[in-house]
């Protein structure tokens, strides 16, 4: 258990461990992450990054170990429950996750309206976020036709579609500028200061102490150091 | 609804090739199937026609009296599978017979006096596929009092029905086949639609995206593709009969044999079962996906 | 050759799914379609047996002499569909008959003289598709000197005939109907499996194979695909036919009616036919593919 | 045209244009590569860079303007030689392009036999290049679940299989920590210096001064600044 003290925790990981057959991706990770905090995940190609955030969406289950994401433990909740997870984050993949068959506009209306929103809300809704994003001139766009950058900056106005509670990127300026990454940052910034807890997973150190925040540094599966990084002074 | 309707033709246009595919597969099940239904239904009217004409003579006892013939006729009817009967007296029959002899009719002439008996024929309500009820009706009436004999055709007719309960039984074997191939083709085109799709089948489940808000755009669409190749498969049939019906109509000089399109409920039936086969091809690719 | 073989089985495990759609979909079409082609197989035959008895009677003018008589056998067998003949003396006609009436036979018990001519009783070359041929023959031994009448069933026969000719088209058309079906799926399951295989070829494309590196190991696996569809399809409906056969000999009183498995003709074609299907749909689907 | 002078140029572009639709990605840009030039591609997300990189092996074909490589006038090149002419490059591809339905290894080894190599060295030689980049111990695992980071290392090892006169790298450490950065970056070096052409497009100003070279500058699609780089001593 961290200096967080559980009651505050939105995530809770006890004893966690993840193998793909024999190769093992995570080891023994004990980790809670407090509400509204803003957590860097860092670690070398193949530490387990990626890993760990998809055990806390159900992207993949945990080999051993206990993990609890606002009071739901992923353990035992029910097929039926996994979209009602699902929907408290939202998730920046490092490959984009993008329908290539679906433009733009229709990618993120597509959350938007999965959660629920009033049919009528829509459009206002996802042009906003296409703005946010510096993407409104091309929501007619299929992804397979947009620049990398571009279809990233497209999965991060879909992860912040639904408000989430919970906002979960993986490398989210891997294939972005510094403009366009500060941009990005940004925004993760600022649903931070809405209340969202963010979880950022990258091996950019500069992006990190840009933003300063705590770190937990992953090797080879085993958490090795967690610490708390200030903000760099430009 | 009609906010659904345009996202089910927007999912459609994305994906043109494969439902395509998935319409003109349905269309051609549909159409062979139904071909095959067309067909069968022909044969087995022409073969009931036949059959229908089947009859018993029952030959009397040259000494048999006008009371018990009566009482006979009465006897007659009076069993359940018959279906009428008529008093054949031994002129009429002589007749008969020379009408049938034809141009040997001559052969006759010679005759001193006339050797047929009197005798009922009678009807049977018999149709292809149930011949074998005539033999026991025959039997009931050869042990009749004041019956001589009974004649049915017992030996070319069984035959014939024979052969076509014969080819009944290929034809049946034949229908399931094809109607197990049409099943199997339809769900798996959709099958493979859906394995196109899985990708952002994923994605959706990734993003929070209920079940049910996967399922029923694709359960919509599915049935639109059986809709369409139903429509399309029942539709060619219908310009291809025509098409043979006016060239029968051409050829055969006797309109004896006619040919009918599918009675409405069969072509209902064959519909029907395009929008079932649409539905179930999801249903079990929903699940093999939606599981995993 | 070896190496190539362990390729093409390697390329088979990584699309499990779709290749075993792809057999299954050939193997179900190879065995719909030559069932149909056994049961035509069967029928035809079926309908040559009927049709090959078909006869003709010719009557002698009574007053023809032996050497008349025997002149127009030699003249009638000299016409070239003839196939056989054979003199049947008046006695034996009556004889006949009296067999033909069978119960009723004690008709001609009161005949004083027997009326019936001298004839001649000619086999036709005949096929159940070529019974028009027969009207001619007759016609021309109508013609001839000594002979009083001609008589080969026209009506009963011809009505037959024209049934069995409208089935023969009617199946004609469904064969068609099936062979299209079948080219159809096939080719557009492997049309699937390459959809499926897009972005490898595009890849591959982009790496800078060549063509032909990449062409090569997908007509492998169609064809591999279709062989495979091809032996399953014919295997089943020769399991089938067995069981039909057991079933057919069990039920049929009379050994009248035998059925045949295809002729190795047949399965060989049809076989031919799956492989040429699986290349081809390899063939049309890569053009398409390689031009984008 | 630039200083470098034609005759040693193995890549010409003269007054190249791009147009998607109504969208302009590159205009004007006339460019001339030196052989065995070391080349950085920079710019914002949607500049252009993978566009122009398209041009060169035909992944794309140009809206306007000539192009030149190696000799080819890839106007004029026939179909049949389109594969000739790609075999010319080793392409590092910003989304990766591994096939995902096979392994590794085969990813690689497809490569390595489509250039024509004997069957019988193949194996030894697919499984040095694994080495190199630190892969071996994953090459009988399927792209799809391999990290970010090791993915872009089977493709960098893709990319030199076939010893190619012109290294293309789209953003070739995005998805890689430093150190793994450093190795990649040090491999193409070893192909620069063995005689191989490289260009590498990236946003990453830190790589760029970690080795130094000539930078152009892509904005918007217009060719900004051509410039060499010194590397930073460190
Ligand atoms: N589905 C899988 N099957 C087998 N091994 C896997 C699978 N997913 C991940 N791994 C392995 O687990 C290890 C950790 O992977 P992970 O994606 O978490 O790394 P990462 O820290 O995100 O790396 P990167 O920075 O390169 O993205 C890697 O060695 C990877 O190959
Ligand atoms: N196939 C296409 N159809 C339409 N527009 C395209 C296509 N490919 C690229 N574009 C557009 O052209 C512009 C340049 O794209 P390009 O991929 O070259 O950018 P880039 O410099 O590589 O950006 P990044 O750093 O984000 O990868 C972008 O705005 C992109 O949307
Ligand atoms: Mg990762
Ligand atoms: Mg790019």
């Known amino acids: 258990m961290t200096a967080y003290g559980s009651q505050s925790a939105i995530i809770q990981m006890y004893r966690v461990a993840k193998r793909y057959g024999a190769k093992s991706a995570l080891t023994d ?24 955030l998809k055990l806390l969406y159900l992207g993949e289950t945990a080999s051993e170990g206990q993990i609890i994401v606002d009071g739901l433990n992923l353990s035992r909740i029910s097929r039926k429950r996994v979209p009602f997870l699902r929907r408290k984050f939202g998730i920046i993949f490092q490959d984009y996750k993008l329908i290539p068959t679906k433009n733009v506009y229709d990618n993120i209306a597509l959350v938007v309206e999965a959660v629920g929103v009033e049919r009528r809300s829509i459009k206002k809704m996802v042009n906003s976020l296409l703005r946010t994003v510096q993407m409104e001139d091309r929501s007619r766009a299929f992804p397979p036709s947009l620049s990398g950058g571009e279809q990233q900056r497209v999965a991060v106005a879909r992860a912040i579609a639904g408000n989430p509670k919970i906002i979960v990127a993986d490398e989210p300026t891997g294939s972005l500028d510094a403009d ?45 150091v967690s610490t708390v990084i200030p903000k760099l002074r430009p | 609804m009609i906010y659904f ?33 067309l067909f069968f239904v022909n044969v087995g009217a022409l073969a009931n026609r036949w059959v229908e004409d089947a009859r018993i003579m029952v030959y009397l006892n040259p000494d048999a009296e006008a009371e018990t013939i009566a009482r006979l006729g009465e006897a007659i009817k009076s069993i359940p599978d018959v279906r009428g009967l008529e008093f054949v007296p031994r002129e009429a029959a002589l007749q008969r017979f020379r009408a049938q002899l034809g141009s040997q009719g001559s052969l006759l002439d010679g005759i001193a006096e006339n050797p047929l008996p009197d005798a009922y024929e009678v009807l049977v309500k018999v149709r292809s596929w149930s011949w074998d009820r ?60 859906l394995y196109s799709r899985r990708e952002e089948i994923e994605i959706m489940r990734l993003v929070g995206a209920s079940e049910n808000f996967i399922k029923y755009p694709i359960y919509a669409q599915s049935l639109f593709l059986g809709m369409i190749g139903g429509i399309l498969g029942l539709g060619i049939l219908f310009q291809l009969y025509r098409l043979l019906e006016a060239n029968v109509a051409n050829t055969m000089s006797s309109s004896f044999f006619e040919i009918r399109f599918l009675p409405v409920e069969i072509a209902a039936a064959v519909f029907s079962g395009s929008l079932l086969v649409g539905w179930l091809g999801c249903y079990i690719s929903l699940r093999k996906f939606l599981r995993s």
Chains 1, 4 share one sequence.
Do not use: C
């Not at chain 2, 494969?18 to 239904?37: D, E, M, P, Q, R």
């Open chain 1, 29 to 52: 990770i004990s980790l809670d992450i407090a509400d509204n905090e803003f957590l860097f995940l860092s670690g070398p190609s193949g530490a387990g990054k990626t890993t760990l």
């Open chain 1, 180 to 224: 366009s990454a500060r941009v990005i940052m940004g925004l993760l910034k600022l649903y931070h200061r809405r209340g969202a807890t963010v979880i950022i997973a990258t091996h950019d150190t500069a992006l990190i102490r840009q933003t300063g925040g705590r770190v937990i540094l992953l090797n080879d599966g085993y958490l090795e």
């Open chain 2, 5 to 37: 309707t345009q996202k089910v033709l927007k999912d459609l246009k994305g994906n043109l090739f494969l439902n395509a595919v998935t319409v003109a597969s349905t269309a051609l099940s549909v159409l062979i199937f139904s071909a095959f239904a």
């Open chain 2, 134 to 193: 005539i033999g026991p009706v025959a039997g009931k009436i050869g042990a009749m009092d004041g019956v001589d004999e009974v004649e049915y055709g017992q030996e070319w007719m069984g035959r014939f029905v024979n052969i076509l309960n014969l080819l009944r039984l290929t034809l049946y074997g034949m229908g399931g086949l094809f109607f197990m191939g049409t099943v199997f083709f339809v769900a798996n085109t959709i099958r493979l639609v």
